[in-house]
């Protein structure tokens, strides 16, 4: 399994993330967190992601769930094509619902146990790669309902980590404060999270994780869950751990 799942990195999509990636370079670019703004916020939102991908030598296009609610069998066919499953930044409750009324969650487990493709995500992306969304309507509003989407809330996550994730932690950016009581939701129940201030990301490839720091020369490792031990994870880096 390969993942790459970040916060938010001002600075575009770094040449380490093009390092993961195999021989087909294609990505499928999912803006669906987005499908809650206007068109022109989504479009916006869309191309500038788009263009750092880009930048990295990648293949980009977008992959609308929305035309695939209730076609799974469609969208198998059409994921396919690509090396790269890339989740935008956005209302990760939404993202959630578009992955499920598509299928895309059921396609995505199988293709990253069975081929090499590579899912990444940002922020929202990330968050959705964990085993419960529960906490992150203290950030992200999970009755946001766009159009062609149901009401229901769809709470678990995709399971791909078994911990919870906490973009923008400490980080200049708008939602760094309601972060923070997520983090607390966390600790106070106990349960196995990491936080990522931006410019950070957690690699997987195969049975082998790292932190990513994109202010630090070297690979981290992932020995803890704890934000203070974390930091100082960041000042003694290793070459990580086997996740097995």
């Not at 916006?44 to 750092?52: F, M, P, T």
């Not at 076609?71 to 578009?98: C, H, P, Y």
């Not at 078994?162 to 129940?189: G, K, L, W």
């Amino acid at each position: 399994m390969k993942l790459y799942l970040a916060s938010h990195n001002p600075d575009g999509v770094p040449l380490n993330f093009s390092a993961l990636v195999g021989s087909n370079r294609r990505v499928a670019v999912i803006a669906n967190a987005r499908d809650g703004t206007t068109e022109k916020q989504r479009g916006e939102a869309l191309a500038r992601e788009i263009d750092q991908l880009s930048a990295i030598g990648l293949v980009c296009e977008e992959l609308d769930l929305r035309r695939y609610f209730d076609r799974t069998k469609s969208l198998d066919d059409e994921i396919q094509r690509f090396g790269v499953i890339w989740a935008m930044s956005g209302n990760a409750f939404v993202l959630r619902r578009a992955m499920r009324y598509s299928g895309l969650d059921v396609i995505l487990a199988a293709l990253l146990r069975e081929t090499e493709i590579v899912y990444g995500g940002c922020s929202a992306g990330a968050v959705v790669a964990g085993p419960t969304l529960h906490g992150i309507d203290l950030v992200d509003n999970p009755y946001e309902v766009p159009s062609k989407y149901k009401t229901p809330v769809i709470w678990t996550g995709l399971g791909l980590v078994p911990y919870r994730i906490a973009p923008h932690f400490r980080s200049r950016n708008s939602q760094t404060f309601a972060i923070e009581r997520v983090v607390d939701y966390f600790a106070m129940h106990k349960v196995e999270y990491r936080t990522l201030s931006d410019g950070q990301a957690i690699v997987v490839d195969g049975d082998v994780e790292h932190l990513r720091d994109l202010r630090a020369p070297e690979l981290i490792s992932l020995a803890s869950h704890h934000p203070m031990e974390w930091s100082m994870a960041q000042m003694a880096p290793d070459t990580g751990i086997d996740r097995r």
